[in-house]
T-cell receptor, first 113, second 113 residues
Framework: NAGVTQTPKFRVLKTGQSMTLLCAQD?????MYWYRQDPGMGLRLIHY???????AKGEVPDGYNVSRLKKQNFLLGLESAAPSQTSVYFC????????????FGSGTRLTVV | GQQLNQSPQSMFIQEGEDVSMNCTSS?????WLWYKQEPGEGPVLLIA?????ELTSNGRLTAQFGITRKDSFLNISASIPSDVGIYFC?????????????FGKGTKLSVKP
């Protein structure tokens, strides 16, 4: 019963490098989300998906791209990392809109130097 | 977009004390939720509220959905060291992107044994 799994858990990037964060859920949830968490800022929505093959922008989408090729996976990409993208990234999923709360992964701590 | 004001930002209390925190919004929500985040983990749902005026308990936690639908309160009675963490409120509406959760910036709780 894994729930939502994020990989990697930690990563250090140099400015300009690219990387992909992977979120996998085994609950057959339709909706998936990527958030970033910064001190004093709470959780801010980057991108989300309402189903396989769909994606949409959230509150802070610039500098990120996403893909949902398979229902269980939601990928977050950074094409050219910047120090401002240093953050803790959380993935979440929910079965349908309005369902009881989201299930979150345990986060990926990314540092861009 | 909608924003939530969560207060206080942080609290330092003695074990055994009661805790109160609240969340206000300039617009109404259909659902209010309260999450707890422990260090190194993702947020976990504590309580969900679906009706204006609703009062719901989960052990030592009690949350209320404000009558105006623009606010919510969380109380923790007789705090213990394992209550330490960041508590987030979240509001949710239904329909399109409005189904996405809007999070407060969190209340960081520290408990002295």
């Amino acid at each position: 019963n894994a729930g939502v799994t994020q990989t990697p858990k930690f990563r250090v990037l140099k400015t300009g490098q690219s990387m992909t964060l992977l979120c996998a859920q085994d609950m057959n949830h339709e909706y998936m989300y990527w958030y970033r968490q910064d001190p004093g800022m709470g959780l801010r929505l980057i991108h989300y998906s309402v189903g396989e093959g769909t994606t949409a922008k959230g509150e802070v989408p610039d500098g990120y791209n996403v893909s949902r090729l398979k229902k269980q996976n939601f990928l977050l990409g950074l094409e050219s990392a910047a120090p401002s993208q240093t953050s803790v990234y959380f993935c979440a999923s929910v079965s349908r809109q309005g369902a009881l709360g989201y299930t979150f992964g345990s986060g990926t701590r990314l540092t861009v130097v | 977009g909608q924003q939530l004001n969560q207060s206080p930002q942080s609290m330092f209390i003695q074990e055994g004390e009661d805790v109160s925190m609240n969340c206000t919004s300039s617009s109404i929500f259909n659902t209010w939720l309260w999450y707890k985040q422990e260090p190194g983990e993702g947020p976990v749902l504590l309580i969900a509220l679906y009706k204006a005026g609703e009062l719901t308990s989960n052990g030592r936690l009690t949350a209320q959905f404000g009558i105006t639908r623009k606010d919510s309160f969380l109380n923790i009675s007789a705090s213990i060291p394992s209550d330490v963490g960041i508590y987030f409120c979240a509001g949710q509406n239904y329909g399109g992107s409005q189904g996405n959760l809007i999070f407060g910036k969190g209340t960081k709780l520290s408990v002295k044994p």
